[in-house]
């Protein structure tokens, strides 16, 4: 904001009536990990420019909260999957994408021999990590990492997506010199915090969620492709 100082407070005031901010974040914020599980500690080294605003975002989410008293809370998404998500295009849901893949029986390619570990949250868990977030003065201020029980190697969730299609294929392909400099090697989080704080846990296995998904996708392909 180019406001001055004094006159922040005198904004939030008039205009938020007790609202408070829930900030989508995401594990790209981190990088490349030094430790794993990744935890609320670990340094942010983004390696992209997605990345590396998120970060920004998410501090002036904090700021603010602890400024100028504007409430707010950030939440670090692992790779978000589920119904409903677009399906157009492949940005910010490789899952779903890979979905749609199998669905239109196309190749999906894996850079890499895919050892690689991700984890992947059902939607419905997201969701209710952020509405036990806005409810909780407890979360005021922080930031809270969201996992898995048990991640997960990329090339075995490609396997399951394939399976739970019933079509598609795979192939592997060394990586890309634009994709390798952003290849972050195994990830996965630790969600202790949020459970402690919070008692948020996810509750959705894997392949319950892929497969309500893929099921949603089959019914409903007409208005999402």
Request: hydrophobic share 35%; aromatic share 12%.
């Amino acid at each position: 904001l180019q406001d001055p100082p004094e006159i922040i407070p005198q904004m939030i005031a008039k205009w938020q009536k007790g609202a408070k901010i829930v900030y989508a974040g995401t594990r790209a914020q981190t990088g490349k990990s030094v430790y794993l599980p990744v935890d609320e500690n670990h340094p942010d080294r983004p390696l992209d420019v997605y990345g590396a605003d998120k970060v920004a975002a998410e501090k002036h989410v904090l700021l603010y909260n602890d400024v100028y008293g504007l409430r707010g809370t950030s939440v670090r998404l692992n790779t978000t999957y589920g119904e409903r998500h677009q399906m157009k295009h492949n940005l910010y849901g490789v899952l779903n994408w890979l979905i749609r893949l199998c669905l239109d029986n196309r190749q999906i390619i894996v850079f890499g021999n895919g050892h690689q570990l991700r984890e992947y949250n059902y939607w419905a868990d997201v969701v209710d990590a952020m509405l036990l977030c806005a409810q909780s003065g407890k979360s005021n201020g922080e930031m809270y990492m969201l996992g898995t029980k048990k991640p997960v190697k990329f090339i075995e969730m490609v396997k399951k997506v394939i399976a739970a299609c019933n079509c598609g294929s795979y192939r592997t392909e060394p990586y890309p010199k634009e994709r390798r400099g952003i290849e972050v090697g195994d990830f996965n989080v630790s969600y202790k915090k949020i459970k402690k704080d919070l008692g948020w846990e996810p509750v959705t296995p894997f392949e319950f969620g892929l497969k309500k998904t893929v099921e949603f996708y089959q019914k409903n392909r007409t208005e999402y492709f």
